[in-house]
């Protein structure tokens, strides 16, 4: 059977953890976090203390925006003299911040201002940026020396002027002379072509020139006229159709007729209704109203009224048509497409006609308009030309003459006084918090390591079994019934575990109780005795038996003789009556182990065991079986089947939690009844002990504690116990927490 199959799923995968079980691992890994927060703080404060400050400073950079190109300004595309015009206004924005960015620049200007090159100096970091695409230039300067980033800064701001300046200059004169160049020979060309103009107008007088040129004006204009008037009527044609096809898409393609006439259903049935009354009336002359033939002419008549009630006076007859509207769209659109094959042909027709005169006009050398007409407009581009770059010389030299800079420093850096990084405060909050969030993932780290069971509540939620007491450490001259004279916190606890027993066994009576663990050292012989002992001094007989066969420390828990004892019984060398004695509590009797047999698990698994089991449950109230450990021998697994009920013990920072779970498995499979768990060496810093009961014994002088006044009818009623000092052997079990 699988351990899953056997053990219930545990609480804590279902439910949230509470908030108490965090504070809880905080208390108890307190000294692990104080560790791990010291030493991560304590590496932040050395880090922050020896962090070198940082400076940070700007200079700005005023830079025109480059004009857009206007029209005029553009002489034609292929002019070489276009990118010289554009080069000498202006050098874009983005192209002077990659110049300022460039590794050649930087080197430059370091090297200007004495900054080492050196590959293992720490040199400054540089960085230009125009924010928002604005006109400004952004030089910044990060480093640790505040006066060596002040001057690289301002350095590079002075460099990039000189740049853009001597690249403005160059630019000018290279300009300026083509220009001057190209001005000259456009001169020459606008001379040629005045002088052929004036030797036009000396051959031909103007009288002549102007009449033919009015005659082909006018036809032109005839013909444009033609053409505009035929487009027109193309255009009005094309909007009346579109306009009607748009209507008759939004028209149905049919229609619906609706007639209504009489129902020939109707006149069937007032038919057959008077055809069954005239056979009521026929069948009244010969039987009564009574009779069954009358009664069933009288149910047609009925079904055949309340048919008719049913059924309407008219009905429609719905008849589809197409739609006249529709029709008569498409014959408007059928005939205005013919009108425009009509017009279309008409339009071609003129526009053919006025392309030919105006190609006739232009390949006739011989009218005297067209030949004017070419020398006017050679004349006029060569003018326009001259113009224009008489103008952009006389520019190009103003600005050669001004001098003026297109970059400009508007703020020059200073020397820092603050640093910009680092920021100790914020760098102290940082180290505070990781400190804190480390000393807290150590803890929980710690904590999810560690197997042991250091907290009951933990146990509680990976095991779902009744908790039926926590017992406290117990200082040695407590133990083991030294405890019961005093009010002491373990005393009580003790109490407390007989009375959950009590009423774990309220429907069946727990009279064979067997105590073991999941290990050694856990203290279940230990709980045995005070259990034993406190359920005697509540009047009850009790018989302590040792069935830990290997390594039974019962008898010198109790100061008794250690053999004979339960080993003799089973082997049949001494009878029951022989092994058992008396111990110095009223009320309770002990049985030893005795000696080690060869085979205990034989002996325990015998019938003679259940012999001994059936005698002691005849002679006493509750017997009481201290068995080995669970997980080094199959001993207690043995025994737990022959008893009402199993009480495991679990030492709180010593018992491991898989131990633990494997010993619940191993009783589980075996059909043992387990009772509850005890959680042994409980702190007494849980929630599970009140300020109400002191925590050691505080009765020691004989005075009657308060919280046996408050709680006496637990103990008021309990036997004495028998004069006596406990064997200087239970003292020596020492903790009361570890087995003999």
């Known amino acids: 059977m699988e351990l899953s199959q056997v053990v219930p799923e545990p609480s804590w995968q279902r439910e949230a953890l509470p908030v108490r079980y965090f504070l809880e691992v905080m208390r108890r890994r307190k000294i692990t976090m104080a560790v791990v927060f010291c030493l991560t703080l304590g590496l932040g404060v050395a880090l922050t203390t020896l962090a070198k400050p940082v400076y940070r400073v700007s200079a700005r950079l005023f830079v025109p925006l480059a004009p857009s190109p206007r029209a005029g300004r553009v002489i034609d595309a292929n002019n070489p003299i276009s990118p010289l015009l554009e080069a000498a206004a202006s050098v874009s924005i983005p192209t002077q911040v990659d110049q300022i960015m460039s590794p050649s620049f930087i080197t430059e200007a370091m090297r200007a201002v004495g900054i080492s090159q050196e590959p293992a100096a720490r040199q400054p970091t540089v960085k230009a940026d125009s924010p928002g695409g604005s006109d400004v230039i952004i030089v910044t300067v990060v480093g640790r020396r505040p006066a060596e980033v002040a001057r690289l800064a301002n350095k590079l701001a002075d460099l990039h002027v000189q740049r853009m300046d001597q690249v403005q200059?160059?630019?000018?004169?290279?300009?300026?002379?083509?220009i001057t160049r190209e001005r000259d020979r456009v001169a020459a060309e606008l001379a040629n072509a005045r002088e052929r103009l004036n030797s036009f107008y000396r051959q031909h007088p103007l009288r002549r020139v102007a009449a033919e040129q009015e005659s082909r004006l006018k036809q032109g204009a005839e013909l444009e006229a033609r053409v505009e008037?035929?487009?027109a009527n193309v255009a009005s044609i094309q909007g009346q159709i579109k306009e009607l096809e748009?209507?008759?898409?939004r028209e149905p393609a049919d229609i619906v007729l609706e007639q209504k006439r009489d129902n020939p259903q109707r006149a069937n049935l007032e038919e057959k209704l008077r055809q069954l009354r005239i056979q009521r009336m026929e069948l009244l002359q010969d039987f009564l109203p009574e009779s069954d033939e009358v009664q069933a002419i009288g149910e047609q008549i009925t079904s055949f009224t309340q048919a008719l009630a049913t059924e309407p006076e008219a009905?429609?007859?719905?008849?589809?048509?197409p739609n006249p509207n529709r029709q008569v769209l498409e014959t408007k659109v059928s005939e205005l497409g013919v009108t425009l094959v009509a017009e279309q042909k008409a339009y071609s027709a003129a526009l053919d006609a006025l392309r030919l005169h105006r190609r006739a006009r232009m390949q006739d050398p011989g009218p005297?308009?067209?030949q004017l007409q070419a020398l006017t407009q050679e004349r006029d581009r060569a003018q326009v030309r001259y113009n224009l770059l008489s103008d952009r010389l006389q520019d190009l030299g103003i600005r050669r003459n001004a001098r003026a800079q297109i970059v400009r420093v508007i703020t020059r850096a200073e020397i820092p006084s603050n640093p910009v990084a680092p920021n100790r405060l914020l760098m102290l909050l940082a180290t505070g918090s990781l400190a804190f969030l480390l000393c807290l993932g150590a803890a929980f780290l710690q904590e999810y390591l560690d197997d042991r069971v250091i907290a009951p509540e933990a146990i509680e939620r990976l095991f779902p079994l009744p908790t039926l007491g926590y017992v406290p450490p117990i200082p040695r001259e407590e133990l083991p019934a030294n405890i019961f004279r005093t009010n002491s916190s373990a005393a009580e606890a003790y109490r407390v575990l007989?009375?959950?027993?009590?009423f774990a066994g309220f429907d069946t009576p727990l009279r064979r109780l067997q105590i073991t663990s999941a290990a050694e050292g856990d203290g279940k012989t230990v709980t045995a005795v005070n259990l034993a002992t406190a359920m005697a001094m509540n009047g009850q007989k009790v018989i302590l038996v040792d069935a830990d066969l290997r390594r039974g420390a019962l008898a010198q828990a109790l100061g008794l003789s250690p053999a004979p004892g339960l080993s003799e019984v089973l082997a049949g060398t001494q009878a029951l009556d022989d092994v058992i004695q008396e111990t110095q509590v009223a009320n309770l009797q002990a049985i030893p182990a005795g000696d080690v047999p060869p085979h205990p698990a034989e002996l325990l698994g015998s019938s003679a065991f259940d012999e001994v089991v059936a005698q002691l449950e005849v002679r006493t109230d509750v017997v009481l079986f201290d068995t080995a450990a669970c997980l080094p021998v199959t001993d207690a697994v043995l025994v737990a089947t022959r008893m009402d009920g199993v009480l495991l013990v679990v030492s709180v920072g010593q018992s491991h939690k898989e131990e633990v779970l494997s010993a619940i498995a191993m009783l589980q499979r075996a059909r043992a009844r387990l009772v509850g768990t005890l959680y042994n060496r409980a702190d007494r810093k849980h929630r599970y002990y009140s300020p109400y009961y002191p925590a050691r014994g505080a009765s020691q002088n004989g005075a009657n504690p308060r919280g046996?006044?408050?709680h006496g009818a637990d103990t008021a009623g309990e036997p004495s116990?028998?004069?006596?000092?406990?064997s200087p052997a239970a003292s020596k079990t020492g903790g009361g927490a570890a087995d003999a």
């Open 169 to 178: 200059t160059k630019d000018l004169e290279n300009a300026i002379l083509f």
């Open 229 to 231: 008037e035929a487009r």
């Open 246 to 249: 748009a209507r008759r898409v």
């Open 315 to 321: 009905v429609s007859l719905r008849t589809h048509v």
């Open 368 to 370: 005297l308009e067209v």
């Open 498 to 502: 007989r009375s959950s027993i009590s």
């Open 708 to 710: 046996l006044r408050r």
């Open 721 to 726: 116990m028998r004069t006596g000092n406990v």
